[in-house]
Each structure stands twice: as C-alpha cells, then as structure tokens.
C-alpha cells in the first residue's frame, strides 16, 4: 500500500490527496509534525524534510510536481 507523508493543511499535500481520491487509491497516511526539524521520518525516508512525499513500493517521490504526474501516468 502506498504511504503518503503529510501536513494537513499543506496545500501541495492537498493536491496530492485529492489526486490520490479522484484515481480511487487506497494509502496509508502519515502525519508529520508541523516543524521541519521534527520530520526525522520524512528524512529517513527521502533524505529531506519537506512534504508530501509518496512511496508506491520501491518508488519515492519528494515533490507534488513529481507525484501528480507518476501517479496519472502509472494510475490514471
């Protein structure tokens, strides 16, 4: 199952869970704490603090203008 890192209210977040809604795929969501210092995950995951970051198996996308177009291309 995909794993989605997110801030609630980040809007390139948004984009992402709604584009994730509009193609009807199921992940998992994980909340990160609000200061980018505090996202020792994000990091571990991706090598950077900022969100979203998406990961589809093997596949690691750290940027809404990376995961919008993956997705459409691999789900759409």
């Not at 869970?17 to 969501?29: G, I, P, S, V």
């Not at 210092?37 to 690691?60: A, C, M, N, W």
């Amino acid at each position: 199952m995909m794993k989605l890192y997110n801030l609630n209210a980040c809007p390139y977040c948004i984009m992402v869970r709604d584009k994730l809604k509009e193609l009807n795929l199921e992940y998992e969501t994980i909340n990160v704490p609000p200061s980018h210092r505090d996202r020792h995950e994000v990091f571990k995951v991706s090598g950077q603090y900022f969100v979203p970051v998406l990961v589809d198996d093997t596949t690691i996308l750290d940027d809404e203008e990376k995961i919008l177009p993956y997705l459409d291309e691999k789900y759409g």
